[in-house]
């Protein structure tokens, strides 16, 4: 039995050291192949951590690069805007202007021309043996402005215009006499708020707010006229301010003399005006405007004549200057025994428009007051309406409180004339009233009493057609038909009563060329 199990375990031992030298090769190939497979394996694992490590870099640099840029944006937006360098040159409505890169300073050059041609095709005197019989036709440079507006560091405007027109609406023999219209300076910076100062047309009464480029006819109505003479209109030196919104316009200004007139008692003049306006309707297709204002003459000017103080005539010329007579007028107030303590004018203003149609009216009432004598008190207003044929309208203009003219939608251009190019074509009707006559009766006894006056009552009957051949010409032809009636006074003429009527009736004609920019 042992030998049995000796020889079983050496043919084991001898099967086993047989098998040996073929199970090695085969073991060492398959180490071989593990061994390339996990050294590849880890190279891409080497590329890929490599691939990493250059995206991780990437998406640094770009974090960096932002952080870069926003640091920049937010230096550049604290910071001070960089001087403008060199100049811009425009031509806004063909208004030449030069202003920095931007936009803060600027210089425009502005004018207007307005040349009235007219004719009285009938005047008729009420009484031919005394006061005017008849009026004068002729021509008259009404304005010629020229001057320059413009703005410095964005929130300080300024305005310096000098008018060399023949306008016989004041000053020493008819013309003012230092020909400056406007010399203002205004600031803006608490918009909406603006304050201004220095001499201008102050912006009271709807119709003076309108510029006299916009009027609806050549000459504003005398009783609008009369008011602003008062205290405020053209020339006159001032300073207020005013603010606005799309619908609301609030303004006040403390007003003195005109410029260019004589510095003596006329300079302590001391006047006020306030305006108030709102849009109760406003869209593209209609408006309705309503508005009040107020004049006060707070200290009227000292008499040449002694230490009392006086108010120049309450008067106006019939709705057109190519004749220097005006027939209403109350005459100079104050005396020694009366002077003058005061005058003011309260006024309410109406506009509106639906489509091409438009209307506007303002209604006023003056009072004077004298020392010792009861208030004179006069009333007037006008109402006017217009309808643009060619379909434009009259825009509402908020920082004025007041309507603009009208713009032709198709400019005239007679190579297109065909096609509609001609212009815009306005139609207007104007009645305007005005009475100076206070406490007076026409008779004798009211004529000669020290408390009556008879300025006269003058009422004018205007119809008008404008056209407006671009943004920058128009011409306005009107038709007034004016009757007036004025007391002679208290002084007797031969052939004619104490009291008796001097006023006329007439019938004018009158073409304005202008052009503004």
Not at 69 to 90: I, L, Q
Not at 235 to 260: A, C, K
Not at 435 to 446: F, I, K, M, P, V
């Amino acid at each position: 039995m042992r030998d049995h199990n000796r020889r079983f375990q050496h043919a084991l031992f001898a099967t086993a050291a047989a098998c040996v030298p073929c199970i090695t090769p085969a073991y060492a190939q398959g180490t071989a192949a593990l061994n390339n497979q996990i050294r590849a394996l880890q190279e891409q694992v080497q590329t890929l951590n490599q691939q990493l490590q250059n995206l991780q870099g990437q998406v640094t640099q770009t974090q960096r690069n932002a952080a870069a840029t926003s640091a920049a944006v937010a230096d550049m937006k604290s910071a001070s805007p960089p001087a403008a360098s060199g100049v811009v040159v425009s031509m806004p409505n063909n208004r030449p202007t030069i202003s920095t890169a931007d936009g803060r300073n600027s210089l425009s050059l502005t004018g207007r021309i307005q040349w009235d041609i007219g004719d009285y095709l009938n005047v008729s005197p009420k009484n031919p043996h005394v006061g005017p019989t008849n009026l004068n036709s002729g021509e008259n440079l009404r304005r010629a402005r020229l001057g320059v507006i413009g703005k410095f560091f964005g929130d300080w405007k300024y305005a310096l215009i000098y008018d060399f027109g023949g306008t016989t609406d004041s000053g020493v023999g008819g013309i003012n006499p230092s020909g400056i219209e406007t010399a203002e300076i205004s600031y803006t910076g608490f918009h909406p708020f603006v304050i201004e100062g220095g001499a201008q047309d102050v912006p009271y009464t709807l119709d003076e707010s309108t510029s006299s480029n916009d009027i609806m006819f050549i000459e504003r109505a005398s009783s609008q006229v009369i008011a602003a003479n008062i205290a405020a209109g053209d020339f006159r030196e001032n300073f207020g301010g005013h603010w606005n919104n799309d619908r609301l316009w609030l303004g006040t200004y403390f007003t003195g003399p005109t410029t260019g007139t004589n510095r003596g008692g006329i300079a302590s003049q001391v006047g006020a005006t306030q305006r108030a306006t709102f849009q109760v309707l406003q869209n593209d297709l209609y408006s309705l405007h309503i508005g009040a204002d107020a004049e006060e003459l707070i200290k009227p000017p000292l008499s040449s004549a002694g230490g009392f103080r006086t108010l120049g005539s309450l008067s106006d010329r019939p709705e057109l200057r190519i004749d220097t007579t005006s027939i209403i007028g109350t005459g100079s107030f104050g005396n020694p025994t009366n002077p003058v303590t005061g005058a003011h004018v309260l006024g309410a203003e109406f506009a509106g428009g639906y489509g091409p149609f438009f209307g506007q009216a303002e209604y006023f009432h003056y009072a004077v007051g004298r020392s010792g004598l009861a208030d004179a008190n006069f009333n007037g207003g006008y109402v006017q309406a217009s309808y643009t044929l060619t379909g434009e309208h009259r825009k509402y203009n908020p920082s004025t409180g007041a309507y603009g003219g009208i713009s032709p939608a198709h400019p005239f251009d007679i190579t297109h004339f065909s096609e509609g190019a001609w212009g815009a074509l306005e139609l207007g009707a104007r009645y305007s009233i005005v009475d100076l006559n206070d406490n007076y009766t026409g008779s004798t006894a009211s004529a000669a009493s020290s408390t009556s006056i008879g300025g006269g009552r003058q009422q004018v009957f205007t119809i008008g057609a404008n056209w407006y051949v671009n943004d920058n010409i128009r011409f306005m032809l009107d038709y007034l038909h004016g009757k007036i009636d004025k007391p002679e006074g208290t002084a007797g003429v031969a052939g004619a009563p104490l009291g008796s009527n001097i006023g006329l009736s007439f019938d004018a004609i009158a073409l304005r060329t202008q052009i503004a920019w």
